[in-house]
Structures are given as C-alpha cells and as structure tokens.
C-alpha cells in the first residue's frame, strides 16, 4: 500500500499496490492482477471480469480506487489457451467459481463488462456470494439481442476464421479505441483467436436468453452502467437488464461514452467505486 502526503500535511487516500499473479488452475496456467484489500479491509473483494478480446488489462484504474482481483479469462491475455478449454458461456461461468475456490474468496462484489457477463451465470448460481453488482455495457443474457455484424462474422465457419486471421494491427487500431488496441493486440494470438470464435459459435441469440433465465435469483444491490455510444450492445439493453435483476437496480446513462466507458468518460470509475463502497 502506498499513501502520499499533501502540502498541508494531510495524508491522502492509501491506494493499494498492484500485484501480478499467476498459478494452475486444473493443469492450465491462470493470470490475474491482484489489488489488494482496497480501503475497507475485511470486505468481500470486488471481482473484475473482463470481455473480448482484451483481459485483465482493462481493469488497473478501478483496482487501484477498489483493490480486489481481476483474472484473464481462460483463451485471454496471459491465462492458458489450449485448444481443449471450454470456450462457452457455461465454461466460462465455471471458471469463476475455480477461480474463486484458488483465491480463497467465499463473496465478492461483482462488475463484469461486455462477455464478463458469463459472471452473471455463475452469480445465479450462488446468488448468496455476490454483495453488490455491477454490469457494464455487458452482452445481454436477454430475449431480443441480434449479435452485431462482426459477431455475426465470427460465427460463420470458414468465414470467420478468414476474418479474424486477416486481423492486422492498423486494422485493429481503426475499429477499437487506441488504447484498447495498444492493450489487446500483443495477446491476440491464434489461442485468443481460436478461443473468440468457439465462444461465439457456442452462443446463438436464444442461448443467450436462456442463459439469463434465473437473472431475478440475483437480489443483491446493483449498478447497471452503459455508455449509449456502445456501437455493439444498445443501451435498452441497460434498462432491462436492471428490470431483469431480483435486486434494487439503479441505471446510469452516460450519452457521451462508448462500449468501453471509462475510457470517455473517466469519472465513471469513481462513480461505479462509490456504489461499490456501498
């Protein structure tokens, strides 16, 4: 932990230091960049999960004001990417919970963002372990979704390999914000590649919905952020996965931000860091 002192002798906000970590988890190696306790020791940890096609990367501006632990997913950043994991929904779901069981955390408080929203399968599976929740920008576990076009690419065989084997970093920095491309692009291997065309091909529009289905068993306090310049995901989709959830659900509309919302709009780490203090 590190504190610094002000010209007027008062010692700031202790913000906690950033550790990498790594360990097996079954016989595939899991990454993940530890925060620390945050500035309430002894609550349960926030847990970060990320979405495609970045990692953990996106995560150390709200570790840093929350602590708590943020894992590359399973195909992503520096985390195992055999070509036998299990790159669905379900899959994705089960390593949350293997990945908590490693840690030793019993409760955490929950953010996921866009295809961290396989979080929320395992959250309705043990809706007791989640104090506080919230989704961003994240990929509807609802009725009514169409994948956008590119999606829509991925899940066609043959095709959808051409498409993102052609990936080239000048094409990479025109579709994403730089820094999510600067931050992406060294980990976007054929392990990545392999591991975003099985999640998609494995997740038509209906298994979506259906994967959202116990959505209510979810009772905690949540937070639903969406930035409505989200190119992807459009933002009705905030409002009703606030209405889906079991819990008091408030909805933060921020019109000048994109899928990825912090980047435009910084203040929204500290907004989604103060409902997480509670």
């Not at 997913?73 to 899959?91: A, H």
């Not at 991925?154 to 084997?165: A, D, K, T, Y």
């Amino acid at each position: 932990m590190t504190a610094a002192t002000a010209a007027d002798g008062i010692v700031a906000r202790r913000v906690p230091a950033l550790i990498e970590r790594t360990a097996t988890l079954g016989d595939q190696p899991v990454f993940w960049r530890d925060g620390g306790e945050g500035p309430d020791p002894g609550r349960a940890p926030v847990l970060y999960l990320h979405g495609v096609p970045t990692s953990s990367v996106e995560w150390p501006r709200f570790l840093a004001r929350t602590g708590g632990l943020a894992p590359d997913l399973p195909g992503f950043g520096c985390s195992g990417k055999r070509g036998d994991g299990d790159f669905t929904i379900d899959g994705y779901a089960d390593f949350v919970g293997a990945f908590l069981d490693l840690v030793a955390v019993n409760r955490v408080r929950l953010v996921v963002h866009d295809w961290g929203a396989a979080g929320l399968v395992w959250a309705q599976r043990h809706p007791e372990r989640v104090e506080r929740l919230v989704v961003m920008d994240a990929v509807p576990l609802l009725p009514g979704y169409r994948w956008h076009r590119v999606a829509r690419l991925w899940r066609m065989r043959g095709l959808g390999e051409v498409v993102i084997g052609l990936s080239t970093r000048w094409a990479w920095r025109r579709t994403l914000p730089q820094p999510v491309a600067d931050e992406s692009w060294p980990h976007f291997d054929q392990g990545t590649q392999r591991a975003i065309l099985q999640l998609y091909r494995a997740s038509p529009e209906d298994a979506l919905a259906r994967a959202g289905l116990d959505l209510g068993a979810i009772d905690c306090p949540a937070l639903v952020v969406w930035g409505d310049r989200d190119p992807y995901l459009p933002g009705a989709f905030a409002e009703a996965y606030a209405g889906a959830l079991g819990g008091d659900a408030d909805v933060l509309h921020l019109p000048d931000a994109g899928h990825w919302p912090w980047l435009d709009r910084p203040d929204a780490v500290d907004r989604i860091a103060a409902f997480l203090d509670g």
